[in-house]
């Protein structure tokens, strides 16, 4: 079969919503359908089977939940791992300290409580960008940074203004 009418042949198979039968030329389909997935930063290196129906649902689904999500070389615009490992454990450290403080100065319970809300919804965008280095295949990366960017926005996500570790805005200078 000819590179570019296999290409076709499987693109078909992806955009139908029926399950359609097998190619006849099962392993030739079958070669084009990985790569495909492959470029599409889809394929999870062992994941094809020996089912057609299994393998084209699945890039199927894989495919059409991937469609719109940035392309994995956004990853590199993450802060590295380290770094949000450190930033991590200062906000846990922060978290822990207000938890206490609350505890032990009645007067400040509400403040510290707004604060540990506000510190609460950057730890799940920072866990967001956590789910983005640590997934481990392809399509589950690019559906964390799609995440991601829907929850930052796209102005904040393009320009690299990631959120804090923590609401450093409350914090007050002393001199």
């Not at 790569?35 to 393998?55: I, K, V």
Request: aromatic share 14%; net charge neutral.
């Amino acid at each position: 079969m000819n590179g570019i009418l296999e290409f076709f042949y499987v693109l078909a198979y992806l955009v139908s919503p029926a399950d359609l039968p097998q190619p006849p030329e099962s392993r030739v389909g079958w070669a084009t359908m990985k790569a495909f997935a492959d470029r599409a930063d889809l394929a999870r290196p062992y994941h094809f089977s020996t089912s057609w129906q299994c393998e084209i649902r699945w890039t199927r689904r894989e495919w059409r939940e991937c469609l719109g999500a940035p392309p994995l070389a956004d990853l590199s615009r993450l802060p590295p791992r380290a770094v949000m490992d450190s930033e991590y454990t200062f906000a846990y450290k922060y978290r822990q300290t207000l938890e206490a403080e609350a505890d032990v100065c009645p007067w400040h319970r509400d403040a510290c409580c707004e604060v540990l809300d506000e510190l609460a919804e950057l730890t799940k965008l920072r866990g967001l960008m956590s789910n983005c280095l640590n997934s481990v295949y392809p399509g589950d990366q690019r559906a964390a940074l799609k995440k991601l960017r829907d929850k930052i926005g796209g102005a904040a996500y393009y320009a690299g203004e990631w959120p804090p570790a923590v609401p450093y805005w409350r914090f007050t200078r002393r001199d």
